[in-house]
């Protein structure tokens, strides 16, 4: 699940041609943010729901859409 949420953010910022410094500006308002942006594309942290409503409105998408995202990449056990 965790890589999955990883690539889902990186291919809907590179879809929106916003840079990680733009995405930290506009979901929290600190370009210093830009690190973290980059740790959760790299899949070294899972966001929390909070982060994902920011991250949600920065890159224009919805839980239900980083859910579908998430489901369609599990594994069968």
Known sequence: ???AIAVFLRERRKAAGKT??????????????????STLERGEAVPDLPTLLKLGRALNFSLADIELAV???????
């Open 1 to 3: 699940m965790q890589e």
């Open 20 to 37: 990680q410094v733009q995405v930290a500006e506009e979901a929290f308002e600190d370009a210093r943010r830009q690190g973290y942006v």
């Open 71 to 77: 489901s369609s990449t599990k594994v069968p056990a």
